[in-house]
């Protein structure tokens, strides 16, 4: 039984920091992409950084979050993370985590498991 399971969302001010974690069970982690995925109200849900766990751990990110977002990994633990600094109001969503083979995908059909998610909330 795949899951994963998000924390660490929550409610901050323009510019503030906060850091998301996502714990995988039941999944062969190891050797394949992590993603994390949000949804704003009314948008569809985008992709804002997936990382391989294996390998060379190359990591992708959206246009909007580069610079300030990074996505990290700890094998060990069977967790993802999301570092987000500078946060602006426009990172308002809810905040998935989601796992497939390949990082090639950018939509969210790409991805077969998913967690339930955690809400983040910027206010200006």
């Known amino acids: 039984h795949v899951q994963l399971v998000e924390s660490g969302g929550g409610s901050v001010q323009a510019g503030g920091s906060l850091r998301l974690s996502c714990v995988v069970s039941?999944?062969?982690?190891?050797?394949?992409?992590m993603a994390w995925f949000r949804q704003a109200p009314g948008k569809e849900r985008e992709r804002v950084a997936a990382?391989?766990?294996?390998?060379?751990?190359?990591?992708y990110y959206a246009d909007s979050v580069k610079g300030r977002f990074t996505v990290s990994k700890d094998n060990a633990k069977n967790t993802l993370y999301l570092q987000m600094n500078s946060l602006k109001p426009e990172d308002t969503g809810m905040y998935h985590c989601a796992a497939d083979l390949l990082c090639a995908g950018w939509v969210a059909r790409d991805y077969t498991y998913w967690g339930q998610g955690t809400q983040v909330t910027v206010s200006s």
């Open positions: 039941g999944y062969t982690y190891s050797g394949n992409c």
């Open positions: 990382i391989y766990t294996g390998g060379s751990s190359s990591a």
